[in-house]
């Protein structure tokens, strides 16, 4: 029962984190604002976090969980790679769409990793995104496609790539419709790309 109840407060502390992320920024957001977010008292959250870094890799793991989640929900069968791509980047941009706060927060727990010579943290959150795809990848793709491992791992990261250059032209100036056409042609580019990956 009390590992049930510690659990439950970490997760709290997680879910207010984020709030109090959202609200302050990573860099300057202190641990009693995210234990007033989350209403526990500060040593609480201590306990279950040693540190803000510590508490930034938590919410890290919960924002990659949650992603996951909704790219793989999002995931039926398939014919093949090229109609995986087409789901997957359509559904990437919806779950951006959705969470354009939070999107904010993993931009700047990149930058505060880098700054705070904590680069594992920023690579771990590169590295998780690159996984999700590539195993959606090798799970869709078929002898047809031609795609091995290596070939679904490049093809991921080149999908990162685009959906994360799409979203910052987003978040700093929003447009329905030149989004929509961003992922359109990104979806033909890593058709393309896919086909050249072909062994």
């Given at each position: 029962?009390?590992?049930?109840?510690?659990?439950?407060?970490?997760?709290?502390?997680?879910?207010?984190?984020?709030?109090?992320?959202?609200?302050?920024?990573?860099?300057?957001?202190?641990?009693?604002?995210?234990?007033?977010?989350?209403?526990?008292?500060?040593?609480?959250?201590?306990?279950?976090?040693?540190?803000?870094?510590?508490?930034?890799?938590?919410?890290?793991?919960?924002?990659?969980?949650?992603?996951?989640?909704?790219?793989?929900?999002?995931?039926?069968?398939?014919?093949?790679?090229?109609?995986?791509?087409?789901?997957?980047?359509?559904?990437?941009?919806?779950?951006?769409?959705?969470?354009?706060?939070?999107q904010?927060?993993?931009?700047?727990?990149?930058?505060?990793?880098?700054?705070?010579?904590?680069?594992?943290?920023?690579?771990?959150q590169?590295?998780?995104?690159?996984?999700?795809?590539?195993?959606?990848?090798?799970?869709?793709?078929?002898?047809?496609?031609?795609?091995?491992?290596?070939?679904?791992?490049?093809?991921?990261?080149?999908?990162?790539?685009?959906?994360?250059?799409?979203?910052?032209?987003?978040?700093?100036?929003p447009?329905?419709?030149?989004?929509?056409?961003?992922?359109a042609?990104?979806?033909?580019?890593?058709?393309?790309?896919?086909?050249?990956?072909?062994?």
């Amino acid at each position: 029962m009390a590992r049930v109840k510690g659990e439950a407060t970490r997760a709290r502390v997680i879910e207010g984190a984020l709030r109090a992320l959202a609200a302050h920024g990573v860099a300057t957001v202190t641990t009693r604002q995210i234990a007033a977010e989350c209403g526990v008292p500060l040593a609480t959250l201590h306990y279950h976090f040693a540190s803000k870094s510590a508490l930034l890799q938590a919410v890290l793991e919960a924002m990659i969980g949650d992603m996951t989640e909704s790219l793989r929900a999002e995931q039926g069968p398939s014919a093949g790679l090229a109609e995986c791509l087409a789901t997957l980047l359509q559904a990437a941009w919806r779950f951006a769409e959705r969470t354009r706060a939070l999107q904010i927060v993993q931009y700047e727990l990149t930058l505060y990793a880098l700054r705070e010579q904590a680069s594992h943290l920023a690579e771990r959150q590169y590295e998780s995104y690159v996984a999700v795809y590539r195993g959606i990848f090798l799970a869709a793709a078929t002898p047809a496609d031609g795609l091995d491992a290596a070939g679904c791992d490049a093809l991921a990261r080149f999908v990162l790539a685009g959906i994360d250059g799409l979203l910052l032209q987003d978040l700093a100036k929003p447009d329905p419709a030149r989004a929509a056409q961003g992922i359109a042609a990104l979806t033909a580019a890593a058709k393309g790309y896919a086909a050249s990956l072909r062994v």
